[in-house]
């Protein structure tokens, strides 16, 4: 996904106007226009760089810099000092304060343009987990209960362990999570456990410590079928700060994002790198999944991003694929075969399919699939994302 900067201004119009000259060079823009409002953004939301104005009235620049190096969730953040102050003492005071760069006003767009590109690349070499360099995220989403979302999600993140890679899944169907029960790891908790915590008190050692590990090496952070865990109340702040974690353990971090689209499930969406919408070729699920892709797509900076997995369930002739694709309007990214034998057995020996059975059809097909969203989501060593 593209990188995203956080512009603190109160000045609206300098806001307005370097969020656009941000975005014609193809970065996701967020705003604050406070000092406190800023610091909340950046716990939230976790840019890749904040450029921040000096002069503000709830706090200046200078002690918004000196809190965000002191909180270990944003401490790795570059920020741009952003001011129409230009004595040397005021920049010394701004680098002294935490800055990585200073810029004053008015800038020039090629400027501002270079400036942003030097730090993130410079981020991107000094702190592999963060910025260009962090890890993948693939998030799996459900059209609706019963399409296989948990099935492929399991899949995906196996097909990267089989060639060596580093994965990690997490279930954050919190009360109703079968994932674990799938893969013979019992009714772990770990998702809840750190959903429990303050989202600046999550570390990716206290998520590491929660990680169950499967026979087969694949890592897994679960939600269980408990029932009080379905009544754990959580920020959006919060799980953004597990997936910000599960980003630097894993390579990819797989997510089952559950069934439907809810106010959790549409935030954590937006946190992915890629976004699998699971359908079966049923006409009431395609309908339902028309209507989660336009909510999805109106808050994503890339829409290509976005991506239909098709798990045909039944033994019917479903409608033709080029019928699903009108109906939904975007191409069709895989097609999971029919295979109720394959994945009754790989569910009784607790093993993913592809790793039950790789050459089976089906599985060939979410070993495809899992190599194509991880590849539309490298970041090569220049810092720019691939699509």
């Not at 399991?154 to 997490?170: D, F, Q």
């Not at 990214?333 to 039950?356: D, G, H, K, T």
């Amino acid at each position: 996904m593209a990188e995203k900067i956080l512009v603190v201004d109160d000045d609206l119009d300098s806001l307005k106007l370097i969020g656009l000259m941000l975005q014609r060079n193809g970065y996701e823009v967020i705003a604050a226009n406070a000092g406190n409002q800023a610091l909340a953004r950046a716990t939230s939301d976790h840019p890749d760089l904040i450029i921040l104005d000096v002069m503000m009235p709830d706090m200046n620049g200078y002690e918004v810099s000196r809190r965000l190096r002191k909180n270990p969730n944003t401490q790795n953040i570059p920020i741009i000092m952003f001011t129409a102050k230009t004595l040397i003492d005021d920049k010394v005071a701004g680098f002294e304060a935490g800055a990585d760069d200073y810029l004053t006003k008015p800038t020039h767009p090629a400027e501002l343009a270079s400036r942003v590109k030097a730090i993130l690349m410079r981020n991107a070499s000094q702190h592999p987990s963060a910025s260009g360099a962090r890890g993948r995220t693939i998030g799996v989403l459900g059209a609706k209960g019963g399409v296989g979302t948990t099935t492929l999600a399991i899949n995906l993140a196996a097909a990267r362990l089989m060639i060596s890679e580093n994965p990690v899944v997490a279930d954050f169907r919190l009360g109703v999570g079968s994932m674990g029960l799938s893969l013979g790891m019992g009714r772990s908790a770990g998702m809840a456990n750190v959903l429990s915590k303050a989202a600046s008190a999550i570390q990716p050692r206290d998520i590491e410590n929660e990680l169950v590990v499967h026979a087969s090496g694949l890592r897994a952070l679960l939600s269980s079928a408990r029932p009080a865990e379905a009544a754990l109340n959580y920020a959006p702040e919060t799980a953004a700060a597990v997936i910000r974690g599960l980003r630097s353990i894993g390579r990819p971090a797989v997510f089952d994002l559950g069934s439907g689209l809810n106010q959790f499930s549409f935030q954590l969406q937006r946190e992915m790198d890629q976004l699998v919408l699971v359908v079966d070729p049923v006409s009431v699920t395609l309908q339902m999944a028309r209507e989660i892709l336009q909510e999805i797509d109106a808050s994503r900076p890339d829409p290509n991003t976005v991506h239909v997995a098709v798990i045909n369930r039944s033994a019917s002739a479903p409608p033709s694929w080029n019928e699903v694709e009108h109906l939904l309007g975007r191409e069709i990214r895989a097609v999971i075969s029919l295979a109720s034998e394959l994945f009754s057995q790989a569910l009784q020996a607790s093993v993913p399919a592809v790793m039950f059975q790789p050459t089976a059809i089906a599985s060939s097909q979410m070993i495809k699939l899992a190599e194509e969203l991880y590849n539309r989501s490298k970041v090569p060593a220049s810092g720019e994302v691939t699509r």
